[in-house]
Structure formats: structure tokens, C-alpha cells
């Protein structure tokens, strides 16, 4: 693994000792301990590395072989509906929503969210070009269109935790503007309560400060 941060605020993401793999393959994660802060953090390696796999571990959607993860003092072990309402992922291939318009995707993923901002919603529909498309069903949304509804949806949510995989895969040159410039915000700590987000990315990132950044992968 290799790892350089820049700050050492507190942990809003805990990893500890997790592992993680595939029936009768190598492990992609073994004994992996980690301290995840505000801002923005990197988890960069090539296709094949086990990016997506770790976010799916971390929303819970797949079992860790061990260890424990901990957002915002809530355990996915001993607390798994507070863990869950601290974090927010949607997976990208998912079908779940293709029946419903993004309006009522948005409603839906944010609902009990204290911390929701309407505001930041509005500004990231308009920077993403969303607001033609509100009030179409998802299903006929393009795969980028259905990125930043999610996206819209997670960064204006307030979770202390967001973990976004590939979230410039399929979208336009001004979308992944306003996004890189979300996510700068996030990075200078503009927002409160303070948010972590671990984007998943097969590409570098140097157009937002990064408060760490993770690299698949781990050494054996």
C-alpha cells in the first residue's frame, strides 16, 4: 500500500484490520488499517484492482472477510442502520431506481437526511445540466445523466461519508467542472458538518486538494 496525507484531522472513516476477497481469489485487502478525514481522498489503482470492490465493501453491500469499519462513530458491525445513514453510495450498475424520475431518485436516497442541503441540490442540478431531465424515468437517462443525479443527490446530502466510484466516467467537460469544483469545497473544509469523500479512480486527480491518497494495489 502506499499512502501519503496532509493533514491528520479526526478519522471520519475507521478502517480497521479489514479484509476482503473474492471466493478462491487472492485477497485484495488483508489486514488493512486506515484513518479516512474531511476532505477528499484518493483511491487510485488500475481496472482490475478491487476499487469497486472496497466501496461495495464499505457500503456494506459485500462482506469483509474481517475487521471493522466505523463512520462518524457508528460500526457496520454493531450499528449497521447508523452506518448506513452516515454514508452514502449508490452503485453505478445498479436497476433499482430505472422506474422512477430523478426527482423521486433524489427524495428517496435523501430522505431523514438532517444535514440535506436544498440549495446545494439546486446549484449541482444546474451545474450538472440536470434540470431538463427531472422529471423523466431514470431508465431513460444516458449512464452520465444517471452519475450526476446520484452524485447531485450524495454531495448535497450532508453525510459524513461519500464514496463515489469512477464519477467522471460518462460525463461532459462542464459537469466534471462543477464536480471538480464540489469537491475543491469539500477539500478546503468549506462545508459543515465536515464531509469525507473516497473517489475511486482509475486516473489521478490533480484538480482537487487531496487529503490522502490510497494506492492499489496493496502490497502482498
Known sequence: MTMTTTASPPPIL???DLGFAYPGQPPIASGWNASIGPGVTLLYGDTGTGKSALLQVMAGLLPATGGRLTVAGASLDRAPEA???NM???DPATEQFHQVTPRECTATL????PHFSEEKWQALVEGFALA???DKKMFMLSTGSKRKVWMAAGLAS???LILLDEPTAGLDAPSTRC???TLAGISAQATQPAQAVLVAS???IDTVPLAASIELPFSR
Open 88 to 90: 452514502f453510495f449508490v
Open 110 to 113: 435523501t430522505r431523514g437526511d
Open 202 to 204: 482509475a486516473a489521478r
Open 179 to 181: 464536480l471538480w469544483a
Open 83 to 85: 452506518y448506513r445513514k
Open 158 to 160: 450532508g453525510r459524513p
Open 132 to 134: 431538463p431531465h427531472l
Open 14 to 16: 475507521q478502517i480497521q
